[in-house]
């Protein structure tokens, strides 16, 4: 009897999808079982294009299909697995009617306790590496206090375009970006009294045409301020990034802004550690901030690590230039850092979809 779809397909409902712990039938993944002679086509949809297991699944798949061949006495030849990606989204009320951003399946905050931490930078990179990947990304400057994403993006001479009363998000770097700093003189100091943020920030997330995107990365100011409230409120969010330097100071800021994201029903779905070290000259790796700070407040707050980004003066000039696909250009550790990121983002947000909402138990911040 020769090996069939159907022992194929029987094969794949006994591997597990490493992170969302269910089999790869019943999470809907496998969309093609072709069998030609000996040979064994298969088309698995993942349910990001960054998925940082795609290499776990396909040995595992291949295995169940071989181990399979041979409880059946069957030869079989090449198995050959292609990946496809669908993002699920995260949130039930995405299809709500009240869902200003219906077309957008999954919306996460980057948040920090404090300036300066480089959060705009994660953003920025998290958006651009997001993409790098084939995912449909959209990246809004929700610092209107500060926007930076006019330098980071490059976007000064590139001119604001509106489609009647929408505006139209500049396309660059592979994403969509929108920041309130292209739209006000960049002179003007942006001070914003509470209604005056919460109507600037709204508008600028509700009247960008973002069109069908896959994950919006919003950049959060500092602290704990009226715009994560708003956007809160606003908007359906999968979860919140939060970045923070090494440091006791940094890291219990970062606390603070974890239990505002608890307080307004935001999962967090990971911390990022930046300038967590310096690579000198020599070679040698200095802790500028005591290493791993960041690190062991995500383990004590059972929280997500998306990981960490040494200091690193390419990232800067990069930042400055308006260059962000250059850092993941080079084959220093710099690139592999940043990609981490994306990635381990990619699967918490995947496990959100899967658990509907939730990535994980719910924390009590004290
Ligand atoms: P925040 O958004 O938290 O205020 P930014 O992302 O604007 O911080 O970063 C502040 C400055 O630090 C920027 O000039 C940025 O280029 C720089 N920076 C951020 N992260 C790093 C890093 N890992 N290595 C070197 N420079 C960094």
Redesign the pocket.
Known sequence: MALTPEHVRDALSTVEDPELHQDLVSLGMVKDVVVDGKDVSIVVELTTPACPLKDKIGGDVEAAVRSKAAELDEEIGEVKIDFTADVRKANERVRDADNPLPKVKNIVAVG?G???????????SLAVGLARHGAAVGLLDG?IY?P?LTT?LGLDQIQPMMAGEMLLPFEVHGIKAMTIGRLVSPDSALIWRGPMAHGAFSQLATQTEWGELDYLIV?LP?GTGDVPLTLGQLLPLTGAVI?CTPQKVAVDDAVRAARMFQQLGVDVLGIVE???YFIGDDGKEYDIFGRGGAEAMAERLGLPFLGG?????A??????TGNPLANFAGDDGLARNLDDLCRNLAAQISIAAATGGSAKPTMTIS
């Open positions: 920090a404090k300036g300066g931490v480089g959060k705009s930078t994660v953003a920025v610092d500060g930076s980071m950049d500092p970045v930046n300038m967590s980004v040494p200091i690193n003066t990232l800067r000039e990069n930042c400055d």
